[in-house]
């Protein structure tokens, strides 16, 4: 027999300045508007998201606005890092907590007032960072939240990432293309810290918002996930979902979500297999600028299998050849199973951490030379250059000078990506 839990959201959001009253206004949040399906009664002591962040609240700073203004120049364009659905992010420096020693350089993020993400979502990101720590999650530094005479203020303050995320690099053809061991590198950390959230914390952790641009990049090209306003609660033991309304970002978010809005760990595998698609071809989930049959990522690269000899077809010409192809099929298959029609049959996201471990550690079987018919059609006089290089040496250089040379100022894609997809139906 199937036990239904509703949670009616009674409590207005009401945020306020110090970290126990975030903690207690947000579980309207928690206990919110969602609806929770259970397989079995069972009964658990498991603590909540905000039992456990009053725990930590205290590791992270509480700013005043005056302080993060005066760390941006005054919000200065010159200082913009991009802009999401969320609000602008800034670059700005700040005094260590003790006010000795030197000033060390932050990203802040502040909200949009006019935006569509909003309160909700900056709570969830401050309660599911402060209670997190891995090394390929972003550090949340602290946050201000007032209600002041230049209206509603709510920042949030992350450790700088300074080399972008993995979307620029793969996209923006302004930044050299990434090298294939370093898109290995990323997906491996980016992996690490989803099962992490999945799977190491005494609550489970739905992220909801995987996608490239959402894996930044810090200043050893380590990658570290970050926006956490989507991120969920898991279901309790016994449960099989959460169901919620479906909201994410288009061309990442697994149809069986989208259609039943049931969210369960699987989601996030699905729209890894996404990204991993995109490190192989270097184009978007979704590329409004190609020939309509082109344009979704996954229904285009359905007519090249991992295992045909038109496979090589869909890779990243900016690779220039230098990967083994042997190894791009074994990350076409991994993705293959990430999306699974069904959610059961993706793997947890342990088992591809394992699963990329072993296909990065193995020997180059394959390389770009790789003798089948299909990689005539790119013979070329680098054939037999070694396929996974370069590493993290001279090109590495050479790609943190560009990127200086850019800029940090320069503003992102101005791309307001996040969309409310659409309500899921809640029986
Ligand atoms: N900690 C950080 N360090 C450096 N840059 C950052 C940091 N956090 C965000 N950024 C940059 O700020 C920009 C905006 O980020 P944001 O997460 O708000 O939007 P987005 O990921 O592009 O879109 P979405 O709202 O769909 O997540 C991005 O270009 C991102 O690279
Ligand atoms: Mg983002």
New binding site residues.
């Given amino acids: 027999m199937k036990c239904f839990y509703y949670f009616k959201d009674k409590t207005r959001l009401k945020v306020q300045r110090s970290a126990p009253e975030l903690k207690n206004q947000s579980k309207s949040y928690y206990s919110g508007s969602d609806l929770v399906i259970k397989s079995s009664c069972s009964t658990t002591s498991r603590r909540s998201i905000p039992e456990l962040y009053e725990e930590k609240a205290q590791n992270l700073r509480v700013f005043s606005f005056s302080e993060l203004r005066h760390a941006t120049h005054d919000f200065s364009r010159m200082l913009k890092?991009?802009?999401?659905?969320?609000?602008?992010?800034y670059?700005g420096s700040i005094k260590p907590a003790d006010g000795k020693g030197d000033s060390f350089e932050?990203?802040i993020?502040r909200l949009n007032p006019d935006g569509v993400?909003g309160h909700k979502q900056w709570v969830a990101e401050v309660q599911f960072l402060g209670i997190v720590e891995h090394p390929n999650l972003?550090k949340l530094i602290g946050y201000c939240a007032v209600d002041g005479e230049r209206g509603i203020q709510r920042l949030l303050v992350?450790?700088?990432?300074?080399n972008?995320?993995l979307?620029?690099h793969l996209f923006n053809k302004a930044i050299p293309a990434l090298p294939w061991q370093t898109r290995l590198q990323t997906v491996l950390g980016a992996a690490q810290g989803l099962a992490y959230l999945h799977e190491e914390l005494e609550v489970q952790v739905i992220y909801r918002?995987f996608?490239s641009?959402?894996v930044?990049l810090d200043k050893d090209f380590n990658p570290k996930l970050?926006?956490f306003?989507l991120a969920r609660e898991g279901p309790a033991d016994g449960f099989t979902h959460v169901s919620t309304a479906a909201v994410g970002?288009f061309g990442y978010a697994a149809p069986d979500y989208i259609e039943t809005g049931h969210l369960t760990t699987k989601s996030d595998v699905w729209s890894f297999g996404v990204v991993l698609y995109e490190i192989l071809t270097g184009r978007r989930s979704m590329e409004r600028n190609h020939p309509r049959a082109e344009q979704k990522l996954l229904e285009w690269v359905k007519h090249f299998p991992a295992n045909s000899k038109k496979f090589h077809m869909i890779m990243d010409w900016r690779l220039e050849n230098q990967y083994p192809i042997s190894t791009a099929r074994k990350i076409a298959k991994l993705a293959d199973s990430c999306l699974s029609k069904s959610a059961k049959d993706r793997p947890k996201m342990s088992e591809v951490v394992e699963t990329l471990k072993q296909i990065i550690q193995l020997p180059d079987e394959g390389g770009p030379s790789e003798k089948s018919p299909e990689s005539f059609d790119n013979d070329s006089d680098d054939k037999d250059k070694k396929a996974d290089q370069p590493g993290p040496s001279d090109s590495w250089k050479r790609r943190m000078a560009h990127l200086a040379s850019l800029g940090e100022h320069v503003e992102?894609?101005n791309?307001?990506?996040?969309m409310i997809m659409q309500r899921a139906k809640v029986p």
């Fill in positions: 890092l991009g802009e999401g659905g969320f609000g602008c992010v670059k932050v990203a993020k993400q972003v992350y450790e700088y990432m300074p972008k995320s979307e620029d918002d996608k641009s959402n930044l970050s926006d306003g970002t992102g894609s791309r307001k990506r996040f």
